[in-house]
């Protein structure tokens, strides 16, 4: 399961985070996932509740801003909402677009104490 990699990875960077500006609670993680990432949503609340067990977000709220995904054809130029990675252009159908939004996994903010 690479979401518990990924929690264990967006556990660091809050620690970091953490001795950096002085903060020792951690009360809200927002985080902004695209629909490509390749996260499964579930998996990773559930990995983030085990990773943050003994930390300073182990109360934490974890709120997932879904992220649509939107590709963008080099051919007629045009930018256009996909479900999938390989989806092609719906004004010329041609494929290899260029992905501008929806494969991220960002930190968006965190309420702190």
Not at 11 to 28: N, P, S, W
Not at 38 to 65: M, P, S
């Amino acid at each position: 399961m690479h979401e518990l990699t990924l929690c264990r990875q967006l556990l660091k960077l809050i620690e970091q985070q953490a001795r950096h500006d002085g903060f020792t609670t951690v009360k809200t993680v927002t985080l902004k996932l695209g629909i490509l990432a390749g996260v499964d949503k579930l998996a990773f609340e559930f990995a983030f509740f085990l990773a943050v067990k003994q930390t300073c977000a182990q109360h934490a709220n974890l709120i997932i801003i879904d992220v649509p995904a939107i590709g963008y054809c080099k051919h007629c130029k045009k930018s256009f909402p996909i479900k999938q990675l390989f989806d092609p252009c719906k004004q010329c159908h041609h494929y290899g677009l260029d992905i501008i939004q929806g494969q991220e996994l960002l930190i968006h903010s965190l309420e702190v104490e």
